[in-house]
């Protein structure tokens, strides 16, 4: 196993043998690093760096925070591009409850990697607001298809779906942040 060093400082921790002259994440020197000893087995440390949950709830985020733009765009435009624009919009809208699902899917995967369990306090704060990003961006693929792209009040709803898959996401990415460098020892 590498010997691990931690900078006093930030918390920033490196392989000894990588360890420059300063921490690479808060520039003190290198003085200010202490040996340090991983409270997580070498098998879970492993899956966590794959950082899977991290990666993947950027997907969701960036197809919400597209399919809004574009659909604030057909709402206050809706003769200019329209076709492209309109299946651009139903295409991200489409695809956004597939993107949400993978994210909680990682997400219970990565509290049970960190955690052991997905029954704390906060993970099950983010399981709650998931629910509810699933179910807005459920709700905008159904009234985007089976109303159709081209319905004024249809682009309306979907703007404050998405909206509120927007906020959804923001919601667990203050919670995640909080979390990503938690987890419980073994």
């Known amino acids: ?35 340090w000893k ?3 087995s070498e098998k879970r440390r492993r899956a966590l ?18 399919a809004l733009v574009v659909s604030v765009f057909v709402l ?5 591009f ?5 299946s651009v919009l139903r295409a991200f809208i489409g695809v956004l409850p597939f993107m949400v699902a993978a994210g909680f899917a990682s997400g219970i995967y990565d509290g049970k990697l960190r955690f052991k369990r997905v029954t704390t306090p906060l993970l099950k704060r983010k399981m709650t607001i998931a629910g509810l990003f699933f179910l807005f ?14 319905v004024t009040w249809v682009r309306a709803l979907d703007v404050f779906l998405l909206a509120n898959c927007l906020l959804c996401a ?8 909080r979390l990503i460098a938690a987890m419980f020892p073994g």
Do not use: N
């Not at 920033?12 to 300063?22: E, P």
């Not at 459920?138 to 089976?146: G, H, L, N, Q």
């Not at 923001?170 to 942040?177: C, E, N």
């Open 1 to 35: 196993m590498a010997e691990l060093m931690r900078c006093k400082s930030c918390g920033y921790v490196i392989d000894a043998k990588k360890l420059g002259d300063v921490c690479p994440a808060c520039g003190v020197p290198r003085k200010m690093f202490e040996e």
């Open 38 to 40: 991983d409270p997580v």
């Open 49 to 66: 760096e794959l950082d899977l949950h991290p990666i993947i709830v950027h997907f969701p985020v960036a197809f919400t925070a597209s």
């Open 76 to 80: 206050a435009f809706p003769e200019i």
């Open 82 to 86: 329209r076709q492209t624009a309109t």
């Open 137 to 150: 961006s459920v709700a905008a693929a159904v009234v985007t298809f089976a109303v159709g792209p081209f």
């Open 170 to 177: 923001a919601g667990l990415g203050k919670i995640g942040t």
